[in-house]
């Protein structure tokens, strides 16, 4: 059974299945969130994490890179305390550090956002390269989990779904031409 099978109706899938999964995301911090949240998602349940994501939100300051970037071991001591989110050492330096790094990106490329879109389009295996190149914690799993959720990869929604039509009238980025600026590389 496919994600549109099972969410739809649902308290917290139904919600988040019918107007965030697949939906292409242009705010950086938006992005950052999606990304947080798959990487806490490893090894648990997406419904644990969904439970846990307004938790998040205030534990990571509404998810502003620039704030969590300048997050201080005192304040992660304090996230490893915090038993409103997943209190995993490795997830939360993850956070911190990866946005640190998407405050790099912002230097070379402008954004999170636009550092995606440069990199656009890729296979799922040339994300996941780039991906471990670029951030921490992002396996295959989380690389490409995160690259559905915001619409850089296909395959979020199934065809027949009626989300998928709504997503399509949004031209996310695994929908876009493919344009001489962001051709694949040989």
Request: aromatic content about 12%; overall charge positive; some cysteine.
């Amino acid at each position: 059974m496919s994600y549109c099978d099972i969410a739809p109706g649902h308290p917290f899938h139904g919600p988040y299945h019918d107007h965030e999964y697949g939906f292409p995301i242009a705010d950086d911090n938006a992005l950052f969130e999606r990304l947080v949240l798959e990487i806490n998602q490893a090894g648990l349940s997406w419904l644990t994490i969904l439970k846990k994501r307004d938790n998040f939100r205030a534990a990571f300051a509404g998810f502003d890179i620039d704030r969590v970037a300048r997050f201080t071991g005192k304040r992660r001591e304090r996230l490893l305390n915090d038993a409103g989110i997943i209190r995993n050492r490795l997830k939360i330096d993850a956070a911190i550090e990866n946005a640190r790094r998407i405050v790099e990106l912002r230097k070379s490329h402008g954004g999170f956002g636009a550092w995606l879109d440069a990199h656009h389009p890729r296979s799922k295996d040339e994300w996941v390269r780039l991906f471990k190149k670029t951030f921490v914690f992002t396996g295959g799993e989380i690389t490409g989990s995160f690259l559905l959720s915001c619409g850089y990869l296909d395959g979020a929604h199934d065809r027949w779904c009626p989300v998928f039509a709504k997503i399509a009238r949004l031209e996310p980025p695994w929908m876009r031409p493919v344009s001489p600026r962001n051709a694949p590389m040989p």
